[in-house]
């Protein structure tokens, strides 16, 4: 059983568009909730992550939104580029950072 | 340059013939870990290490084993591999377990096919 469930599995948006990809948990010991972003032929890469004591963080086109009491939390991308193309997974792991379990990815197309 | 590396990038094998999939990080890293990835279940954790000789299961640890004799070396263990074992792996290291926003570095993967 997948403790992190991600959606869609895939996402077309046309450049300038905002793309947007979901997770949600149910273990409420998960502490931590970073994303990757994987390019093919490439390891997996951190973007940015976000722990519960705070709804939203933002690093450039990139925010995270946490919604603790529906466990669920969201990747924005604004103004999405071509160059954004790529698989994204969310993860989550407990206070202690050792075990990590990611969602099943989401393939992202960004259309000129 | 700060890499994890990993070898070999593609091996094609037979069932039940054991195999070793080698992880080399050059950071000083204390964690390291192991995960494979599989169409439509994302990166499942294999085993991870917390320091040199402190390993522990991850998610779908059987059917391999690990080691962490250095603190640079990381190897992956399939004694007796197997079909469903085909899958693309990824070793990756961080600075510090249990540290938070430590960011976990991959590893450029390893794509195994068991026959």
């Known amino acids: 059983q997948q403790q992190v469930k991600q959606s869609p599995q895939s996402l077309i948006v046309q450049k300038g568009g905002i793309s947007i990809i979901n997770c949600a948990y149910e273990?409420?010991?998960?502490?931590?909730f970073p994303w990757y972003q994987q390019f093919p032929g490439k390891g997996p890469a951190l973007l940015i992550a976000i722990r519960p004591d705070v709804s939203e963080k933002k690093e450039g086109r990139f925010t995270i939104s946490f919604n603790k009491s529906a466990k669920q939390f969201s990747l924005h991308i604004m103004d999405s580029q071509p160059g954004d193309s790529a698989t994204y997974f969310c993860?989550?792991?407990?206070?202690?950072?050792?075990?990590?379990?990611f969602g099943s990815g989401t393939k992202l197309n960004v259309k000129p | 340059e700060a890499q994890v590396t990993q070898n070999p990038r593609y091996l094609i094998t037979v069932t039940g013939k054991k195999l070793t999939v080698t992880c080399s990080q050059n950071?000083?890293?204390?964690?390291m870990s192991w995960y494979r990835q599989d169409p439509g279940l994302g990166l499942r954790q294999i085993y991870y290490s917390m320091n040199v000789e402190v390993t522990d299961k991850g998610d779908v640890p059987e059917g391999y084993k690990v080691s962490r004799k250095e603190k640079r070396n990381f190897p992956l263990i399939l004694e007796s591999p197997s079909p469903n074992q085909t899958s693309l792996y990824f070793c990756?290291?961080?600075?510090?377990?249990?540290?938070?926003?430590?960011?976990?570095?991959f590893g450029p993967g390893t794509r195994l096919l068991v026959l």
């Open positions: 273990n409420t010991a998960f502490d931590y």
């Open positions: 990756a290291s961080s600075f510090t377990a249990g540290v938070t926003g430590e960011t976990q570095y």
């Open positions: 993860a989550a792991s407990k206070w202690d950072f050792n075990k990590f379990y």
């Open positions: 950071m000083n890293h204390e964690y």
